[in-house]
């Protein structure tokens, strides 16, 4: 039988894919609760909205969160809205659907938040705040002064440079490994808890998720690797029950920054380690990443977006130029095609039943 795309799943902006999701909620006898950000309005609705499925106190628990990085959100909010349409709830486990995590990078088609605040570079102790060497010599070329043909060129010399004496992995964990230094700059992870972290670290005590027996976590990302590939990103360390569960759950598909065979490199900050340490050898967290276009191009994106956000972002009125780098960042991290949607759905969906069947399963790993 052929697979069935729902690419209607997919809203076309924030506030269609949260109507969708809420629609398909509201079919279903679960329990919605809604998280305003402070930046709500009537006119312009902006919230994470939870919603539990299941048994209140079943032992296993898979949670899936979308739009971490807001404007990546597109993919995971129809991941949600096509499991909630189309998928059963087995025996044993309930589901926790996190709908927007980051809603305003969501609704503005950034990957920050309102504070340029790079939520999967937030989770640190603030009380040691890591310093990113390589950042700090790069800084001043990927957040120029002024924006024009030299400064793209500059920076372009001054990547390739830095390539030729670290290496590839190097340049990349420099620019996206995480900074704190430059709250302008990129990839940067902020001076405290964001709102969003704030929320997660709430929610893991209202759910009592500490005091479940196995909690899966399948976190949703688009803009690298493969144009449609959904890669399955482990960053629990090599050997630990974490990593052994994602791989017994997930299969050889499943690769791991630490060991150099993701496409993603190690990083500080990330979502994943709050729920390592609050969870410890009970949760698994993957980060399932669709590929999109070429890092390079992100990286470009990213910047001239950035750019403009910092030299026009506080206006009430939305510029042109803003308007323009919204574009392409829709553009690059979602792809509004129907192959790229049916892969979206179709790796989404086997991940999802990977994790509910890992969950229900005894596995002698860790009991
Ligand atoms: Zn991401």
New binding site residues.
């Given amino acids: 039988m052929p697979f069935d795309f729902d690419t209607a799943s997919f809203g076309q902006d924030y506030w269609q894919a949260r109507e969708k999701f809420l629609s398909a909620c509201h079919l279903l006898p679960g329990r919605l609760t809604t998280l305003l950000h402070p930046l709500h309005s009537q006119v312009q609705p902006l919230a994470t909205d939870l919603f539990w499925l299941g048994d209140d106190k079943a032992e296993n628990v898979l949670v899936i969160i979308s739009a971490?990085?807001g404007v990546?959100g597109f993919c995971g909010s129809a991941a949600q809205v096509n499991w909630l349409r189309h998928e059963v709830l087995p025996d044993k486990v309930a589901v926790l659907f996190i709908h927007a995590l980051n809603p305003f990078g969501f609704a503005h088609l950034r990957?920050v938040n309102e504070d340029n605040i790079d939520l999967?570079r937030n989770f640190i102790d603030f009380n040691q705040v890591p310093v990113n060497e390589g950042y700090q010599a790069l800084a001043d070329v990927l957040l120029p002064s002024a924006w024009d043909e030299s400064s793209v060129t500059d920076c372009k010399q001054a990547l390739a440079e830095f390539r030729d004496k670290h290496g590839q992995r190097k340049t990349e964990e420099a620019v996206s490994g995480g900074q704190y230094q430059y709250p302008g700059g990129l990839f940067y992870g902020g001076m405290e808890p964001s709102w969003s972290r704030r929320n997660i670290e709430l929610l893991m005590q209202d759910y009592q998720l500490t005091d479940r027996k196995k909690v899966a976590v399948v976190d949703i990302?688009?803009?690298?690797g493969p144009y449609g590939y959904g890669e399955i990103i482990c960053d629990h360390l090599p050997d630990t029950t974490g990593a052994k569960r994602a791989r017994r759950w997930f299969g050889d598909s499943v690769t791991e920054p630490a060991l150099g065979t993701s496409t993603s490199v190690p990083k500080s900050g990330l979502l994943d380690y709050a729920w390592q340490q609050a969870l410890g050898d009970k949760v698994c967290y993957v980060t399932l990443?669709f590929g999109t276009y070429a890092l390079e191009e992100m990286f470009e994106v990213l910047r001239e977006e950035n750019y403009v956000w910092q030299q026009e972002g506080t206006s009430t009125l939305l510029s042109n130029s803003i308007n323009r780098v919204q574009q392409r960042m829709r553009g690059y991290f979602y792809p509004d095609k129907s192959d790229w949607k049916e892969m979206v759905l179709f790796r989404s969906s086997q991940v999802l039943a990977q994790a509910l069947r890992g969950l229900q399963e005894q596995d002698g790993i860790s009991d």
Avoid: A, F, I
Wanted: overall charge negative; cysteine-free.
């Fill in positions: 971490t990085h990546e990957r999967n990302h688009s803009g690298l990443e």
